[in-house]
């Protein structure tokens, strides 16, 4: 009964380096998010999937990249990191698009210094 | 510009009490939102949801009130538990066109019910 599993929970990354935050849900969930959380703010929405390789721009893409070639998996990759990177990222699944309950992982703290 | 605002960070209430958590929209396309619990360390979850069509929902001690004119909508908890004490999120959507992908959140209420 996994739900949405993502790793790392924690990682610390220099300026410029990249990294790969993975996403994986067990619910057969054709829809899938990426949001970010900075401190003191709600949500925002980096990328989303409406199926295996169909994926789109949210509010705030820039310096990201997604890919969804399985139902299952939905990794969000980080490209030269920068300090404004810097967040707490949740992803979720749902199986109806945005307006139904979606189901979210337990985040990944991730800090660019 | 922020469309989704919860104006109150934070909100203390006595248990057995009633919380009530408010929420203001801008955007008119909105007709679907939702409430999202979110204890430290740990992902949303979901807690209640209310289409335009409506204008209450409840959900045995958590009841949400949509008010389309005043573009307002709040979340009641009777009896409130310390169990209940976790940031809250409000959250809308607009069931099709361009955005219908996308939830918008407010910046959460943290609630704290004290015993």
């Known amino acids: 009964n996994a739900g949405v599993t993502q790793t790392p929970k924690f990682r610390i990354l220099k300026i410029g380096q990249s990294m790969t935050l993975q996403c994986a849900q067990d619910m057969n969930h054709n829809y899938m998010y990426w949001y970010r959380q900075d401190p003191g703010m709600g949500l925002k929405l980096i990328y989303y999937s409406v199926g295996a390789g169909i994926t789109d721009k949210g509010e705030v893409p820039n310096g990201y990249n997604v890919s969804r070639s399985t139902t299952e998996d939905f990794p969000l990759r980080l490209e030269l990191a920068a300090p404004s990177q810097t967040s707490v990222y949740f992803c979720a699944s749902s199986y109806l698009p945005g307006a139904s309950e979606a189901f979210f992982g337990q985040g990944t703290r991730l800090t660019v210094v | 510009d922020q469309q989704v605002k919860q104006n109150s960070p934070s909100l203390s209430v006595q248990e057995g009490r009633i919380s009530i958590l408010n929420c203001d929209y801008t955007?008119?396309?909105?007709?679907?939102f939702l409430w999202y619990k979110k204890y430290p360390a740990e992902g949303p979850t979901f807690l209640i949801s209310?289409?335009?069509?409506?204008d209450k929902n409840e959900d045995g001690r958590f009841t949400v009130f949509l008010n389309k004119s005043a573009k307002h909508l709040s979340l009641h908890i009777v009896p409130s538990q310390p169990g209940d004490s976790a940031v809250y999120f409000c959250a809308a959507s607009a069931i099709s066109g361009a955005g219908s992908y996308q939830l918008t959140f407010g910046k959460g209420t943290k609630l704290s019910v004290i015993p």
């Open positions: 955007n008119s396309m909105f007709d679907y």
């Open positions: 209310i289409s335009s069509i409506k």
